[in-house]
């Protein structure tokens, strides 16, 4: 029952795309508008169809239907109500059922944002592009990602139950969605880029539209990629939160990709200037959405965050292969018509500063794909598996990283065009004054290291240099009779709030990734042990049962705070897990984490003690970032630059047909 309700939805999603790229290419082809708008109501159909599927899957994870294999695999009877719903996507299948139908609600956004404008080209063309986006993962589905296949020979009396670190942590339920609205959110923008490149339009209302999706799908990803950071911190017990992993590297590579699209999207509103670079960024965050897919669901990589080995990796690397082909296709064939009027005017300027933000995010991206790709092409070549680590990571992006914070100080003091040296002195002497006051008060305090105390100086002045266009845009609402909150909504002053936020996560990740401390400690039952400042006994064993997970705690006392990390396992699996103690505060966390339990739990017991400086400011960060991100899709007054016309649809029809026949 539940594997023909998911089934008929695939179907009825698929037909809905299908049909949908037909009557759109029919009227993009023949310059008939009316076929256009009859494509859009097939968006309404792929929603539904995706829902009955989501529906169809949820039923069978909740009434424990082991006749599909997916349930069979991935459920239990002793699976939490939450953890039996959010199994949906915790696993391969589910997960593409998951991404489809999230597309499919961007989809029906998209459709209704666009309703009275589905005639213009640039429209047309991004429906049938999100369309054939749709069609695809609906085909996967129907194919080789079949969530709804049956089980294989004896049904089952029960399941094999959520992989146990699936189960144990509620950012297990939540960090993967907004990863994927982050991931799938990059389809409209995605889409429009394509409609602005066929249609030959770079107008200024479709460059809005396209950063404001992008602003929300940037907002999505950064939430996912913290939350999901946060979670191997609590879960692992490895004291740490970024491993420079591969699939860690595939959220990130588009997450940078579309901060330097927002950055330079401002270049373009304001002056015109940098559309095909901004299509580009827009082309190749897509692209490597995509890429991330493939990581994570082809089996490729090894990772206790990728999904096992499937058959949809050729499916996946193919469509990659056709969006980047597409793409780069698309600029080559209309670079001449959408080539900015005019060029940077001075070095020293925003639009100045705001290319080498560009530059440098761009050269991050570069130093994490060859990381993350290049041990793949060894390994497919000669057989030979090559690891690249942490020293390669941080030697590029820690410089890198620092130079941004410098750009992120002075880009926004920059007046358009070009600056004067009375400008810089009057809109930047206060936060240096407070960069430099920070970094002389960290030295009286015996703070030491170059590249800690030039990330913490340059941050105080980057966070001041936000504060000050903050506090200003705050004093001229006032001045117009708006309220102070009202001055910070919109593009510019929700950007200086994202900039707050990663000042504070780069203060995080430099002092935890600095003045870190660990060791391991053997500590006899009543025993007491010391380590930087901080007095540790053990006093005893404990029995604890938290829902369906059972197992042993060790009584810990740091400081008079007791401490319970713990060993168990889910009832039905036979994976143990090991779920680490924290106390965290504004300033430090302590962190401790079983490694080995005595035999009939008589003898000592070894920990793992970690003193983790101001890691808090990540995930405090993280939701300031998040924060700014929404203020700046705010609408705010746009200034219009020069735009060249779109093609009306009829035109663009005689044009395509005649560059089809050469």
Known sequence: MNGTIGHVGLLVGLFGAVAGIALAGAGIVTGRPWLVRRARTYSYVVLFGALVAVVGMERALLTHDFTLAFVAGNNSRETPILFSVTGLWSALQGSILLWSTILAVYLVIFVRHVRNRVDEPVVSVALLVSLVAAAFFFALMIGPADPFAATVGAIPLDGAGPNALLQDNILDA???????????????????????????????????????????????????????????????????????????????????????????????????????????????????????????????????????????????ISYFAVVVAVGVGLIGWRGDRLASPGGIDAPVSREGAFLVNNLIFSAIALVVLVGTVFPLFVEALNGQQVSIGRPYFDSFTVPLGIALLFFMAVAPALPWRKASRGVLRRRLALPAWAGGVTLVALVAAGVRGLTPLVAFGLGAFAAASALRQLVLAAVTAR????????????????????????????????????????????????????????????????????????????????????????????????????????????????????????????????????????????????????????????????????????????????????????
């Open 174 to 316: 939540v960090h993967p969605v907004f990863l994927y609205l982050g991931f799938v959110g990059f389809t409209v923008p995605f889409a429009i880029s394509i409609g602005s490149l066929v249609a030959g339009s770079v107008g200024e209302e479709w460059l809005a539209l396209a950063r404001r999706y992008a602003v929300v799908a940037f907002a999505f990803l950064t939430a996912g990629i913290v939350l999901g950071a946060w979670w191997s911190y609590d879960t692992f017990g490895w004291g740490g939160y970024w491993g420079w992993d591969p699939v860690e590297n595939a959220a990130l590579l588009p997450w940078l990709t579309a901060t330097a699209y927002l950055h330079s999207a401002m270049v373009q509103e304001r002056r015109g200037l940098l559309r095909i670079w901004n299509l580009s960024l827009l082309l190749a965050t897509y692209a490597l959405t995509i890429l991330g897919t493939f990581l994570t669901r082809s089996g490729v990589v090894q990772s206790v965050h990728a999904f096992s080995d499937s058959g949809i990796g050729p499916a996946l």
């Open 479 to 662: 001045r117009h009779g708006l309220s102070a909150w009202r001055g910070v909504l919109g593009r510019a002053n929700g950007g200086m709030v994202v900039h707050i936020g990663i000042v504070i996560i780069a203060v995080g990740l430099t002092a935890a990734s600095s003045f870190a401390h660990e060791t391991a400690l053997t500590i006899q039952q009543g025993a007491t042990a010391h380590f930087e400042g901080h007095t540790i006994s053990f006093s005893s064993w404990e029995r604890y049962a938290n829902g369906n997970e059972k197992g042993r705690e060790a009584v810990m006392v740091v400081d008079g705070r007791r401490f319970y990390p713990r060993v168990g396992s889910f009832d039905g699996s036979s994976t143990g897990t090991a779920t680490p103690a924290i106390d965290s505060s504004p300033f430090e966390d302590v962190y401790l984490a079983l490694t080995s339990v005595p035999a009939g739990l008589v003898g000592p017991v070894t920990v793992d003690v970690f003193i983790q400086p101001l890691i808090a400011w990540l995930w405090a960060g993280g939701a300031v970032v998040v924060l700014g991100a929404l203020l700046s899709a705010a609408p705010g007054r746009r200034r219009r630059p020069t735009d060249p016309s779109s093609v009306p649809l009829p035109e663009l029809a005689d044009e395509l047909v005649g560059a089809a026949s050469r």
